[in-house]
């Protein structure tokens, strides 16, 4: 399966248990008035509308490049996560609402069997989602499908709580489902947080990881002729990683022999990372010793 088919059909994947967890737990909450499966409730629903984000974020951020976006439409997907991270503030604020108000008018949850029967399928359903998002992820590096795998992953501990609180209120302990509701609110938006900032790194062009920058490093200093490098600058957009360094050659090394190391600099990179972008620019060790902007990240080849 394609790159481009996986997106798709997690994207599809996600929007189709979303819609159907809502329904289920809006059955389960109808039957039981339980604070905690309302916020699972408003959680689900929040997911499905992130889902219909990334399902057209995704397809965006997917198309080729053109004339007026030479760089591809990847950071779509960083807007797709900063649009999920308001969705579920929103939904948190909401929830703490409910919350309040159950505190202050405390209430008996009516007929738990369905509330826990639901919760345990609930519980299957977004596993077996997760699994595949996390599969997707590994063969894509897809921020909005990681993004939207969070969402499914906090689902789970989520779910898993109200079958607590559901069990404990069964046994009289009453408080057991706001409080719970609120240690739900609490963590969905500490999860927002997270979504939130790796969506900022992205649309402001944040390096890529130290491990990563280290193996281009390696490899570019690996290759015979290579004298040096300096002035190394990658960032992520999408599930494309853009790179730019400086290669430091002897001086009277001809062109067409300086293009040939080039290229094979750039073969290994994109070797390592696949959805790489390489540009690589030409530099002979004698002026690269002499630009001083090259001194503070500057790495000389093994001798």
């Known amino acids: 399966m394609s790159h481009a088919q996986l997106l798709k059909t997690a994207t ?21 008035q339980s604070v905690s499966l309302l916020a699972s409730l408003i959680d689900s629903i ?42 579920i503030a929103v939904s948190v604020a909401w929830l703490l609402w409910q919350v309040v108000g159950r505190l202050a008018q405390p209430r008996t949850v009516d007929d738990t069997s369905i509330g826990i029967g639901v919760m345990v399928a609930s519980m299957v359903i977004t596993a077996t989602l997760v699994l595949f998002q996390r599969w997707v992820v590994r063969r894509t590096q897809s921020t909005a499908i990681a993004a939207d795998s969070l969402h499914y992953t906090s689902d789970l501990l989520m779910n898993f709580g109200v079958i607590i609180a559901l069990i404990l209120t069964q046994a009289g302990y009453y408080g057991a489902d706001p409080y719970l509701a609120l240690i739900i609110g609490a963590y969905v938006l500490y999860s927002a947080w997270g979504i939130a ?107």
Request: hydrophobic fraction near 50%; proline fraction near 4%; include cysteine.
């Open 46 to 87: 929040m997911d499905s509308a992130a889902a219909v984000i990334n399902f057209f974020a995704v397809r965006y951020a997917m198309a080729p490049a053109d004339k007026e976006h030479r760089f591809g439409h990847g950071k779509a997907e960083a807007l797709a996560g900063l649009g999920q991270a308001l969705l």
């Open 197 to 303: 900032r790796d969506a900022f790194h992205l649309l402001l062009d944040h390096e890529l990881s130290d491990e990563q920058r280290q193996t281009i490093t390696a490899l570019t200093l690996a290759q015979p002729q290579v004298l040096g490098m300096h002035d190394l600058r990658s960032r992520q957009s999408g599930h494309m990683q853009f790179i730019q360094l400086h290669l430091e050659l002897a001086d009277d090394m001809r062109l067409i022999q300086a293009h040939a190391v080039a290229d094979a600099v750039e073969a290994c990179i994109i070797a390592a990372l696949p959805h790489a972008d390489v540009i690589i620019h030409l530099d002979p060790v004698s002026i690269a010793l002499q630009e001083t902007h090259a001194q503070d990240e500057r790495y000389q080849a093994p001798p």
């Open 12 to 32: 599809w994947a996600s929007v189709l248990v979303a819609l159907g967890l809502i329904m289920l737990k809006s059955w389960a909450w109808e039957n039981t």
